[in-house]
């Protein structure tokens, strides 16, 4: 069927927004599934999306997978022959990656997708574009294979994923005859310790940098660690992200040298103090999942005013 065609007739839409992206831990060959939904004028097939951050478990490197998925559970035919269309979609609506339209015969339980639809090091350097606000917006376009959709539905979807930000500054008085210095990072919802930092390191050798997970249910953290000098300018040391698996603890080794810092304790060292401002970011995993909207016989401006909404929503509040 031609494709040209294909996208001047009715079809089921569905749109997924993944917010606070940056925090999703997945590793490769693990994906964020979508909520479920009906395609409710394609036989009432039940469905949902898996998008793999790091690839799924083929030999591509460094690409985003993206797969349609039809339940087990689904009503309709054994074998139901669709097409569809995956794409990533900007904050006014339009493409900004799209994987084409690709016929597919679907039995319960059956994928059909991309293993390699997008580079990840492409979405990563065009933040602005496909991450505004850190939300990441897919959609899915199906149309029948045999015969046609009476009526256009558009279906909104949203996965938000928690996330909690700390600025602060660490001081160390008497740095000279320093030899460990710890902070606690404390929940913002309840006051309860999430993690501790322990700065340590003998006289004349490097400083180390030695977090500790306090609460088991933190899946990734982001860390990045400034020194402030004399003249109160800030000097990167620090700028990682740590995948808490298995284990409860992650060290950095060398963040700075404490002899050159002796050295030139004059710039480093006013009084003896070492000041660090820190940031620290985290997540303990997906807090809500949600079909938004539903449209039903709306045309293409409500789908683009759709994400309007949605941006402007989360720049005003966050936790929208």
């Known amino acids: 069927m031609d494709s040209q065609n294909i996208t001047e007739r009715k079809c089921f839409s569905f749109t997924w927004a993944i917010e606070n992206f940056s925090f999703c831990w997945k590793k490769k060959g693990e ?14 097939t039940k469905w949902h999306l898996t998008l ?42 339009s493409v900004l990656k799209s994987s084409g339209i690709n016929v597919y015969s679907f039995t319960r339980g059956e994928s059909g997708g991309y293993p390699e639809i997008l580079n990840k090091e ?9 991450l ?35 600025l602060f500054v660490w001081s160390i008085p008497k740095f000279s005859t320093f030899q460990e210095s710890y902070f606690n990072i404390k ?22 940098l030695l977090v500790l997970l306090k609460d088991r249910r933190i899946k990734c953290s982001f860390f990045h660690m400034k020194l402030v000098n004399a003249s ?33 304790k004059q710039l480093y060292l006013p009084n003896d103090v070492l000041t660090l401002h820190c940031e620290c970011s985290y997540t303990t995993g997906i807090v809500l999942e949600e079909i938004d909207k539903i449209y039903c016989g709306y045309s293409n401006s409500i789908e683009k005013k759709t994400y309007h909404v949605m941006i402007w929503n989360q720049q005003r509040n966050p936790s929208i």
């Open 31 to 44: 994906g964020i599934s979508s909520p479920t939904f009906i395609a409710d004028t394609i036989e009432r």
């Open 132 to 166: 505004p606000n850190d939300i990441l917006t897919v959609r899915c376009r199906m149309w029948k294979e045999f015969g046609q959709i009476t009526e256009e539905i558009q279906c909104f979807a949203r996965t938000q994923i928690g996330a909690e930000r700390r």
């Open 52 to 93: 793999y951050p790091d690839g799924d478990l083929s030999e591509v490197k460094d690409s985003i997978s993206f797969f349609l998925i039809r339940e087990e559970d689904s009503k309709g035919p054994t074998d139901l022959t669709i097409s569809f269309e995956l794409s990533f979609i900007a904050a006014d609506g």
């Open 187 to 208: 929940s913002i919802s309840n006051d309860k310790p999430v993690m501790t930092l322990k700065l340590f390191g003998r006289s004349g050798a490097l400083i180390n």
């Open 232 to 264: 109160e300018n800030e000097v990167e040391y620090l700028k990682d992200t740590i995948i808490f698996d298995s284990k409860s603890e992650s060290l950095f080794k060398g963040i700075f040298s404490k002899k050159v810092l002796m050295e030139n």
């Open 122 to 130: 492409l979405l990563l350097s065009q933040r602005q574009q496909f």
